[in-house]
T-cell receptor
Framework: GENVEQHPSTLSVQEGDSAVIKCTYS??????FPWYKQELGKRPQLIID?????GEKKDQRIAVTLNKTAKHFSLHITETQPEDSAVYFC????????????FGTGTKLQVIP | GAVVSQHPSWVICKSGTSVKIECRSLDFQATTMFWYRQFPKKSLMLMAT?????????EQGVEKDKFLINHASLTLSTLTVTSAHPEDSSFYICSAMLQTYEQYFGPGTRLTVT
């Protein structure tokens, strides 16, 4: 089955700096890669996603890149703000018939004012 | 759009009793819903995939007789934890999938078994 690894597990940045979270996946047939933000005690919220036919996608301060050959994808947050502090999960949707999603282990991002 | 509700938001039950958790897609129809379990400071662990009108697909290691899943309509899936024990205490989250793979999560249910 699919295996998703995520690094780092924790990340502290100064407000205004950039943050980068990296994930690798094992199933070359995976074709959809979402990123979720989860604040303490709340539901995961989809913040950006990318499909296998695209190499990069940007939405304001958030961007995601995908390298299919290397099977890794990254989340980039620029001009970080304290409200960006949360746990971020990457995920990969495999080729299974029921579109099973495998999540990474999560990155706790702390933005220091 | 793409709102998913979950009820109850928290529940405390005694060991040996059963608890039912509901997951509803409020503004879209979802043929596929997922049930996850999340331990403190951990990632989401997929328990099962719920398909409307058919049996759920359980992940390896998840007891189907203990975690009963019913997906009776395109907007409702239920998870029943049967004969709950303290080790079943956890945060249970459902999600509903749109046809383009996007998953939208419910707010979660905090289950405490005493």
């Amino acid at each position: 089955g699919e295996n998703v690894e995520q690094h780092p597990s924790t990340l502290s940045v100064q407000e205004g700096d950039s943050a980068v979270i990296k994930c690798t996946y094992s199933d070359s047939a995976s074709n959809y890669f979402p990123w979720y933000k989860q604040e303490l005690g709340k539901r995961p919220q989809l913040i950006i996603d990318i499909r296998s036919n695209v190499g990069e996608k940007k939405d304001q301060r958030i961007a995601v890149t995908l390298n299919k050959t290397a099977k890794h994808f990254s989340l980039h947050i620029t001009e970080t703000q304290p409200e960006d502090s949360a746990v971020y999960f990457c995920a990969a949707t495999g080729s299974g018939g029921y579109q099973k999603v495998t999540f990474g282990t999560g990155t706790k991002l702390q933005v220091i004012p | 759009g793409a709102v998913v509700s979950q009820h109850p938001s928290w529940v405390i039950c005694k060991s040996g009793t059963s608890v039912k958790i509901e997951c509803r897609s409020l503004d879209f129809q979802a043929t596929t819903m997922f049930w996850y379990r999340q331990f403190p400071k951990k990632s989401l662990m997929l328990m099962a995939t719920s398909n409307e009108g058919s049996k759920a697909t359980y992940e390896q290691g998840v007891e189907k007789d203990k975690f009963l899943i019913n997906h009776a309509s395109l907007t409702l899936s239920t998870l029943t934890v049967t004969s709950a024990h303290p080790e079943d205490s956890s945060f249970y989250i459902c999600s509903a999938m749109l046809q383009t793979y996007e998953q939208y999560f419910g707010p979660g249910t905090r289950l405490t078994v005493t």
